[in-house]
């Protein structure tokens, strides 16, 4: 089975910095897909950006990038200039091609300092 | 398109009584799941749907939890009878059977069990 590992329970940053958060996934699949989701206050899931396992190409969404090292299973999600809007638990997901269903880590909390 | 629309937002019951929550996916998504979200165990995929056919149920916690999918606009996760620790924020998500795409989720419902 698939498992993905958030090793930050929380982080903070300071407004307009630069911040990473990371995770690391355990596979033996080859074809897979991953995500990092946003979850403010609210409680909404949203997507922030996603990477598929066979494009070496790091994802880029604005401000949002990844680090994805394939060999080493790693995907990190980098936040640039960094935005009080940005304070959330960012969840890393794992999606395999085959099964269809996404395993997700144990989250990070983002606090960005003013 | 007015996303994955789950209902109620918020249930309060007692121990004990018998707890519906809804979904509606969002219209030609073929893929739906139920996440159940605790501070202990983070997001836990309990069942997911394709097709309408349920294709892993592994995850669901014990027999009292219960889900259908009786047509691809409609489904619903029931607790029978309920516990406090069924407790938590219980999310659907629906996503195209494509897997290069993310889910998208509902706004979760919050369910106390008292």
């Known amino acids: 089975a698939q498992t993905v590992t958030q090793s930050q329970p929380e982080m903070s940053v300071q407004e307009a910095e630069t911040v990473t958060l990371s995770c690391t996934y355990d596979t033996s699949e080859s074809d897979y897909y991953l995500f990092w989701y946003k979850q403010p206050p609210s409680r909404q899931m949203i997507l922030v950006i996603r990477q598929e396992a066979y494009k070496q190409q790091n994802a880029t969404e604005n401000r949002f990038s990844v680090n994805f090292q394939k060999a080493a299973k790693s995907f990190s999600l980098k936040i640039s200039d960094s935005q009080l809007g940005d304070a959330a638990m960012y969840f890393c997901a794992y999606r395999s091609r085959r099964s269809n269903d996404m395993r997700f880590g144990a989250g990070t909390r983002l606090t960005v300092k003013p | 398109d007015a996303g994955v629309i789950q209902s109620p937002r918020h249930e309060v019951t007692e121990m004990g009584q018998e707890v519906t929550l809804r979904c509606k996916p969002i219209s030609g998504h073929n893929s739906l799941f139920w996440y159940r979200q605790t501070m202990m165990r983070g997001l836990e995929l309990l069942i997911y749907f394709n097709n309408n056919v349920p294709i892993d149920d592994s995850g669901m916690p014990e027999d009292r939890f219960s889900a259908k999918m009786p047509n691809a606009s409609f489904s619903t996760l029931k607790i029978q009878p309920s516990e406090p620790r069924d407790s938590a924020v219980y999310f659907c998500?629906?996503?195209?059977?494509?897997?290069?795409?993310?889910?998208?989720f509902g706004s979760g419902t919050r369910l106390t069990v008292v």
């Open positions: 998500a629906s996503s195209p059977q494509r897997a290069t795409n993310g889910y998208t």
